[in-house]
């Protein structure tokens, strides 16, 4: 049985592996992972997605800093980013920023041409709590490119949690990918996330030879080959 994954659309390739060369602590998940795993099928059509991020460590002000103005990114305000008399925006500290669970930026393209607009404009989201260990998220081989992508029942336990919260203002979108769920696909694709390990030359067992450390987990289709069609799925 050949897995093979999903190609993300020019525009949006081009902008995640930017971020991910510029910055090696982000891991990318949400829809997009899905979709390039073949999970899910993302409509780019009638849906534009989120650039979702985890984070395999915290990021510092510079990181930060930098992402910005590389990308030609702004910060997101909340309601208490404004004045509470008349409205006027307050200056965004970074370091402020930095202590927010979820990091939200967005682009910045000219407001005088909407089809422009439409073009250029995107989000990004980094998820600032929870820091991914290594057994959370893997290596994938992103046709030729490496690349961290966020262990899918990581992303599911976040959807859900979305899907079913009404107070959150895209439950709809979360809901809908819930139900989009290729199982089929899924219990396979996961069984090809495996792990690679490395000798520890500082460490011997009793009998004293190298211990083996746990490096990372890495995406080989070939594992999948040898999944029986009839164990797809667990239940």
């Known amino acids: 049985m050949e897995r093979k994954i999903n190609r993300m659309p020019s525009m949006?390739?081009?902008r995640f592996l930017t971020l991910m060369a510029v910055n090696d602590k982000l891991v990318l998940g949400g829809s997009i992972a899905l979709h390039i795993l073949n999970i899910?099928?993302?409509d780019f059509k009638n849906r534009t997605p989120d650039l979702d991020f985890s984070l395999i460590e915290a990021l510092t002000e510079d990181e930060l800093s930098v992402l910005i103005d590389f990308f030609n990114l702004s910060i997101q305000r909340s309601a208490s980013d404004y004045n509470d008399t008349?409205?006027?925006p307050?200056?965004?500290n970074i370091s402020n920023v930095l202590e927010r669970e979820l990091i939200l930026l967005e682009t910045n393209p000219?407001?005088?041409d909407w089809d422009e607009f439409v073009k250029k404009y995107y989000k990004?989201?980094?998820f600032n709590k929870d820091y991914l260990k290594k057994k959370d998220w893997f290596e994938l081989d992103y046709f030729g490119t490496p690349i961290k992508l966020t262990h899918p029942s990581i992303i599911f336990a976040a959807k859900m949690k979305y899907a079913t919260d009404n107070r959150v203002g895209k439950q709809y979108k979360h809901f809908q990918d819930i139900q989009n769920i290729n199982w089929d696909n899924?219990?396979?694709?996961i069984k090809s996330i495996q792990p690679h390990y490395s000798i520890d030359a500082l460490i011997k067992d009793k009998n004293g030879n190298h211990t083996y450390t746990l490096e990372k987990y890495k995406f080989d289709i070939g594992i999948a080959d040898i999944v029986d069609i009839n164990d797809k799925l667990p239940f």
């Open 186 to 189: 899924y219990f396979p694709i």
């Open 124 to 126: 990004v989201d980094f």
């Open 40 to 42: 899910i099928k993302y």
């Open 12 to 14: 949006w390739e081009d």
């Open 86 to 88: 008349d409205g006027t």
């Open 110 to 112: 000219p407001h005088n």
């Open 90 to 92: 307050q200056p965004i």
